[in-house]
């Protein structure tokens, strides 16, 4: 709202000093005189003035600041009488004060007491403004008779509460003059004026001029046009403008705001769209002040060999053959956190040779304790190494972890049971790391496993957002117009989607990241599945039936982690 457009009260009390709130706790509403006056457009609308009875003892200093005495305010009103008429002279109104936190702290205390709801009113304090808009040179201080005279107001403040009110009103009008020269001329760019952003946000803020209010992505560039950050909102203008405000207090942002000249906006047809995008200009780009979503080809995999007597390997890509593979995991930490619980549930060997089902090797110190049947030795066959050892694991990854996750929860009850608990604690850790990647893979093998999948959601204009994802990729997005039949543009989306070649794996065409984006707001209760290609399934016994004890191991992990900490 431009501020000629919005109705001020610009309000002043005099209290009995000190806080609206005694050392013990209980509330000291010491208010004695209040004076407001309402103003829009510079032109004056109403005047609220009167003494107030604070019920208490007035200060000698503050008689002789003020000039009010006890004998002036024993006939005056209790605030009690008087709150419920002021309440209803701002309502609708923009409060301001000079150092509107003192002010407004006595009257929010007043309602506390006396049981009113404080209005959703908006403050503007001139005292903070002045700070932002004025320099030492012009002012030595905030002081408001130190401003009255720079502006020359009409009224001089004289500690009487109405007279300071109009002073205040002739200080705002000249700190609005003010605001022109710093391109704010709206009711929220004056607020956020007066918070304490930087001289780089304040600098910078044009770059959020003539950005579109819709979803999409936005991109931060440098001067030789590099990318040095990229987001995305459902309304970029909004989300660009916070940047430059005092909410934004992260110190990597206002490095990347000094090396900023201009902000890209990237219009999409909806929210989905946006997400993905901008995964995959970071994925493309790595901007320096991104932390998320930046190299998403640093993932591990635990893959089950091919050979004779299978084993795990952790590797970096996934590989069309006969290999099953766990995974994707964000570190070879998880990875390898995931690879100790299965060693613990399976005997699966963890020796790095090739083994040969002709010529045996020596043992390692693993079969010696019972860790490992010992293939290397030739102790067992290779179809009794693939039911005991190699099976299992390939069950688990495609559909039933049941007998791997049994195990594991045997050995906690029994270490606990035994009070070894830091033992139970640590093989609840790869129990959890492990359940964690089965139940992600499966969710991901199961859209990633359609060809073509249509879908929609109501659109918040009317008609419907559309999404066609070909195994797991978003391939197009678009809006349906309100009241048309959204068949036609489905299919106008199916010529110009784009062409997937899946390759191997639960993620064939896309990043995990992406497809989980997508699963996200499949998931969503209002999203209509259109058309599917393919039966859409989880297995019966898939890792999903143990989300309710991954959230529990989760929970007991978290706990142990914040105890630890403190």
């Known amino acids: ?13 005099e209290t009995t000093g000190g806080a609206p709130a005694k050392p013990d706790g209980s509330n000291a509403i010491g208010i004695t005189e209040i004076g407001a006056v309402k103003v829009r457009g510079g032109e004056e ?42 309440l209803e002279f701002v309502r609708g109104s923009v409060l301001v004060a000079h150092n509107a936190p003192y002010d407004v702290g006595f009257l929010k205390a007043a309602c506390a007491r006396l049981g009113y709801d404080w209005p959703p009113v908006k403050v503007l304090d001139t005292a903070a403004l002045a700070r932002r808009a004025l320099t030492r040179d012009e002012v030595p201080n905030r002081k408001l008779g130190t401003l009255a005279a720079f ?40 607020i956020e004026f007066a918070r304490a952003v930087t001289p780089t946000q304040r600098r910078k803020k044009h770059l959020a001029e003539g950005l579109p209010r819709v979803p999409g992505v936005y991109v931060f560039r440098a001067a030789d046009d590099r990318p040095l950050y990229v987001g995305t909102s459902v309304d970029i203008a909004t989300r660009v403008r916070s940047y430059f405000t005092a909410a934004e207090k ?31 200009l970071i994925a493309a780009h790595a901007p320096p002040y991104n932390r998320r979503s930046k190299f998403p080809e640093r993932v591990v995999w635990l893959k089950l060999t091919t050979d004779a007597f299978p084993r795990l390997s952790m590797v970096r890509a996934l590989a069309d053959d006969d290999g099953t593979y766990l995974g994707p ?58 039911a005991m050892a190699a099976a299992p694991f390939r069950t688990a990854v495609t559909s039933d972890p049941g007998p791997l996750i049994t195990a594991l929860m045997s050995r906690i009850e029994n270490l606990s049971r035994s009070q070894r608990y830091e033992e139970a604690a640590v093989l609840r850790g790869r129990m959890a790391a492990l359940l964690r990647a089965l139940i992600r893979m499966q969710r991901l093998s199961g859209v990633t496993s359609q060809a073509e999948l249509v879908a929609a959601r109501p659109h918040a204009g009317g008609g419907w957002d559309l999404a066609i994802v070909r195994h797991g990729r978003l391939a197009a997005a678009g809006v349906s117009p309100p009241r048309v039949h959204p068949r ?46 393919d039966t859409w399934s989880s297995p019966v016994r898939g890792a999903a039936r143990f989300g309710e004890l991954l959230a529990r191991a989760e929970g007991a992990l978290s706990a142990n982690n914040s105890a630890v900490r403190s």
Not at 1 to 13: A, C, Q
Not at 331 to 355: K, N
Request: hydrophobic share 45%; aromatic share 4%.
């Open 1 to 13: 709202m431009p501020l000629s457009g919005v109705t001020f009260v610009v309000v002043d009390l």
């Open 329 to 386: 995991f964000s570190s070879r930490r998880a990875a390898e956190l995931a690879a100790s619980g299965v060693y613990d549930a399976i005997p699966i060997r963890q020796c790095g040779h090739r083994l040969s089902v002709r010529i045996p090797m020596p043992a390692c110190a693993l079969a010696e304790l019972g860790k490992c049947p010992a293939p290397c030795e030739h102790r067992v066959t290779v179809d009794d190494y693939d």
């Open 250 to 280: 992260r110190a990597r942002m206002s490095e990347m705001l000094n090396a900023a000249v201009r902000v890209e906006a990237i219009e999409c047809a909806h929210g989905l769209e946006a997400e993905v995008r901008e995964l995959r």
């Open 45 to 86: 609308l109403g005047v609220f003035g009167t003494l107030v009875n604070p019920g208490e003892v007035i200060p000698p200093f503050i008689t002789v600041l003020t000039g009010i005495t006890e004998a002036m305010l024993a006939p005056a009103p209790p605030i009690e009488e008087v709150l419920p008429a002021f």
């Open 488 to 533: 036609p543009t489905i299919e106008t989306m199916r010529m110009t989607a784009e062409t997937v070649r899946p390759g191997p794996g639960p993620t064939p065409a896309a990043t995990a990241e992406e497809t989980e984006r997508i699963l996200a707001w499949l998931e969503r209760p209002e999203t209509r599945l259109v058309e599917m290609t």
């Open 151 to 190: 502006f020359r107001t009409t009224v001089t403040p004289t500690h009487r509460a109405l007279d300071d009110a109009r002073a205040t009103v002739d200080v705002l009008h000249g700190l609005f003059d003010r605001l022109g020269g710093h391109n704010v001329s709206t009711l929220g760019e004056a």
